[in-house]
């Protein structure tokens, strides 16, 4: 099996007159972590978020495991196990941090009519997720109101809560940002922990020298369309790259 | 106890269990809908046509009336779901116009003159009258409350309140929005339905001005003063607006002033209601009982 | 033909005066995306003000002076000490305090004027019209040529003045108009006091064309005018304003010529819900 997971052909998405998204192909291949770079208004989050149908684009197509994905309502393309976090966190706030995970991991009942009906108190998923809590560092927290969680956790819960649905990729917007240095490698490890047991990842970074350590390969893209694709090592390397990206503002994480 | 007393018992009995199927839609599940009476009407107008027009008592009517419920509520649901926010607000208003003016002008409904002549409800041979009724009532509520607080605690629930607290983050941990927005609409119109069978059933006599907007406003007003998205609640809001008026009947014509007011100022400095988070009465049960989660 | 004629202008006057109340209702939904089913509170004060301010000085300009001050005051009140505190809050919150001010004013009217109807005996100074068979009364006259003065003054205001600039970037997002050095929350004062002046007009109005002011006269206003601003397009004013005209005229021509078996009051709305599946935008409005 050596189909990518994810192929994306030709994938644009036009508000109007703006090209958010322009004509962009990539592939993210199994077990691999792809970050996608750029800068401020490069389409990175847009890209996610038609991928996860949260958008339909307005041209190019997109194949999960050989199937058409583009056009699928958000909650069918988290059914086939596509997990994702969101750049603003939008946590479940006035749930505990507990049901929070809970609401993901019921993703198996909720498409049976039946058994949205038992309960999940003492369900099995609520061990799961407890364990999801645990993996993440929030096991502690388990009862606490979600919306009164420093940015730090509602990330990690953010990270949880598509844990509990990605069953083969994984995506993380901007998990990094606004943390502190301690808690990025935190969450580094825990990135590498998930590959680990089989996941793919594909996240967006700003910070370059994170995503230069974490992934194994690199998309930068500017304006909506691709720059460069490669190794970390060919990206840092390429001469559009640093004219756009590193040379405007990433000299100092770069560096 | 005096007739008067069990009157307004049964009364509101009747809204609570209202207030319950609307405290599923707003608090559950985060959807407004200003036209709830509208569905109550339908459950009374349905009873009532089946009592004195097929003959069907009380029991054998109620699955129907349960079932028209539902499937209004579907039919009405499907188109104002899809539509924003303050749309929802707007169009649930005006279903509640139309619904009632549909009751108001076609003689099928009886026109302006109503449905009179409703049977009592029999069970084991005797005709409930009085405290029977109520505690037909009462039995009822508690019917629908167990049901309230079993979605608190199943799947179904669970995926509402996540649609509440944040749509496009719910969808994207599988849950379809459509679908459990309809569930919770649907839920919500047959409680309706159901308190709107026991008006009928009570009343003996319904018109259409008895389902008008006004009663929206007072079932929305009994969900938000008792606490939206909380299990007790609607019922310590129907209580309360139930009792309210009986309480400034000496104001005589300053009552519905004091009523008004009273919701404009519990709205302005309590919006989360009685029994919501951060609730001046929650602030002193917790104070009250040390430990408790505040 | 000149029934149908006179019918036509007939249903164009209450479109009028339908748009000068739904217009307040378009500019505060614009810029604090609240409900604001108080206005109709606000337009049946001004009718009742306006009333007791022409009985007392018989000067029917002083009236509408007086009314449109007392009732830009009673907007701003609404708007500063209800609705901005509530801002925060899910939308049906401040849409239910709308809603208790509504009812809490009709109540205060029918304690202090009485439940009864009182009629609003002033002569507009505005010419009658006859021509080829059709009567265009002063009424009628007045109630056009005042609608279209509003909506000029209004659209002069927003589209040629420094206010009218500040006050469509504050309904664009009200953050950036504060970082761009707008004072935001005083153009939503201002927009409350525009709208509200316009209500106590229409209040006025309303009443010398059916001589009729009563406590509950804005009951159902409150809730047709929010059909209106939706098949209008949520916050266009120009849509409430076409919005209003084309119901005004169809409520009329429908009732008198097409005896559908439903209260005029009740087409609004089905109105709206055909426009919720046909056009969800409203008529001009823009996604």
């Given at each position: 099996m050596n189909r990518p997971l994810l192929e994306i052909t030709g994938l644009s998405k036009h508000f109007g007159g703006l090209r958010a998204v322009d004509g962009v192909s990539f592939d993210i291949r199994r077990g691999e972590i792809l970050g996608l770079l750029g800068p401020n208004g490069a389409g990175k989050t847009v890209c996610f978020n038609l991928i996860s149908g949260v958008y339909k684009p307005t041209a190019g197509q997109i194949s999960f495991d050989g199937q058409r994905t583009d056009g699928l309502a958000p909650h069918v393309i988290a059914g086939l196990g596509i997990g994702r976090t969101f750049q603003i966190v939008k946590p479940f706030a006035h749930l505990t941090v507990l049901e929070n995970v809970l609401a993901a991991r019921g993703i198996a009942h909720y498409r049976h009519l039946p058994k949205i009906w038992s309960s999940w108190k003492t369900s099995a998923e609520r061990r799961e997720a407890l364990s999801l809590l645990e993996r993440v560092g929030l096991s502690e927290l388990a009862d606490r109101l979600a919306g009164l969680l420093p940015l730090g956790n509602l990330r990690r819960l953010e990270i949880a809560r598509a844990l509990a649905v990605a069953r083969t990729l994984l995506l993380l917007d901007e998990s990094f940002s606004g943390l502190r240095h301690e808690e990025i490698t935190q969450i580094e490890a825990l990135i590498r922990s998930i590959r680990a047991d089989g996941l793919t990842v594909l996240l967006i970074e700003h910070n370059m020298r994170v995503a230069m350590g974490l992934c194994d390969r690199l998309i930068v893209l500017d304006h909506g369309r691709k720059l460069a694709e490669g190794r970390p090592a060919e990206v840092r390397a390429s001469e559009a790259v640093i004219e756009a990206y590193l040379g405007r503002k990433g000299s100092a994480h770069a560096a | 106890m005096s007739g008067y007393l069990i009157t307004l018992g049964t009364i509101i009995a009747i809204n609570a269990i209202v207030a319950c199927g609307l405290n599923v839609i707003v608090g559950f599940a985060g959807q407004i809908s200003l036209g709830h009476a509208a569905f109550f009407g339908i459950g009374a107008y349905t009873a009532a046509l089946l009592a004195t027009q097929a003959g069907l008592s009380f029991w054998a009517a109620l699955p129907c009336v349960l079932g028209m419920s539902a499937f209004i509520g579907l039919l009405l649901g499907v188109p104002s779901l899809r539509v924003r926010e303050d749309f929802l607000a707007?169009?649930?208003?005006?279903?509640n116009f139309i619904v009632e003016a549909i009751f108001n002008n076609f003689e099928f409904f009886g026109g302006a003159l109503g449905i009179g002549g409703i049977p009592r409800v029999g069970m084991f041979g005797l005709k409930l009258r009085g405290t029977e009724f109520l505690v037909l009532c009462l039995f009822f509520l508690v019917v629908v409350m167990v049901v309230c607080w079993w979605l608190t605690r199943c799947w179904a629930?669970?995926?509402?309140?996540?649609?509440?607290?944040?749509?496009?983050?719910?969808?994207?941990?599988?849950?379809?929005?459509?679908?459990?927005?309809?569930?919770?609409?649907?839920?919500?119109?047959?409680?309706?339905?159901?308190?709107?069978a026991l008006y009928a059933h009570f009343m003996r006599f319904i018109a259409a001005s008895d389902f008008a907007f006004p009663l929206s406003v007072s079932l929305l007003s009994m969900v938000v003063v008792g606490g939206m998205g909380t299990l007790w609640g609607p019922i310590l809001g129907a209580c309360i607006i139930g009792v309210l008026p009986e309480v400034f009947r000496p104001l005589v014509d300053y009552r519905i002033l004091f009523y008004t007011m009273l919701l404009l100022l519990m709205i302005r400095f309590q919006p989360g209601g009685l029994l919501g988070e951060n609730s001046a009465a929650r602030r002193v049960l917790a104070k009250m009982r040390p430990g408790g989660r505040s | 033909m000149?029934?149908?004629?006179?019918?036509?202008?007939?249903?164009?006057?209450?479109?009028s005066i339908y748009a000068l109340v739904t217009l307040g209702l378009a500019l505060v939904y614009g810029i604090m995306r609240i409900l604001h089913v108080a206005h109709a509170a606000v337009y049946t004060i001004g009718a009742y003000v306006g009333l007791l301010f022409f009985n007392l000085t018989g000067s029917l300009l002083l009236a509408v002076l007086g009314s449109m001050a007392v009732c830009a005051l009673v907007g701003v009140a609404i708007e500063r000490f209800v609705y901005f505190p509530l801002l925060k809050y899910p939308p049906f919150v401040p849409l239910i305090a709308s809603i208790a001010i509504l009812l809490s004013v009709e109540e205060l009217c029918r304690l202090i004027a009485g439940p009864q109807i009182l009629t609003f005996n002033a002569k507009l100074p505005f010419p009658d019209f006859h021509l080829s068979g059709v009567t265009v009364t002063s009424t009628i006259t007045a109630v056009y040529c005042i609608t279209a003065a509003v909506l000029l003054l209004l659209w002069f205001i927003t589209t040629k003045t420094e206010l009218g600039l500040a006050m469509r970037a504050a309904s664009q997002d009200m953050a950036v108009a504060d970082a761009m050095g707008i004072n935001s929350h005083l153009i939503v004062s201002v927009t409350f006091v525009i709208g509200s002046a316009i209500a106590a007009v229409a209040g006025i109005l309303v009443g010398i064309y059916f001589n009729q002011v009563y406590p509950t006269?804005?009951?159902?206003?409150?809730?047709?005018t929010l059909a209106l601003i939706v098949v209008g397009g949520l916050g266009s004013v120009p849509g409430a304003v076409v919005a209003s005209l084309l119901l005004g005229m169809a409520e009329t021509l429908l009732i008198g010529y097409a005896n559908i078996p439903l209260p005029r009051d009740a087409l609004a709305f089905i109105a709206m819900i055909g426009v919720l599946m046909w056009r969800s935008q409203g008529l001009l409005g823009s996604r």
């Open positions: - | 707007i169009t649930t208003i005006g279903i629930g669970l995926a509402c309140f996540a649609l509440r607290e944040e749509e496009t983050a719910a969808a994207s941990v599988g849950i379809s929005p459509v679908r459990f927005k309809l569930l919770a609409f649907v839920l919500g119109t047959c409680m309706a339905g159901l308190g709107g | 000149a029934l149908f004629l006179e019918q036509l202008l007939n249903g164009l006057a209450t479109g006269m804005g009951a159902i206003p409150a809730y047709k």
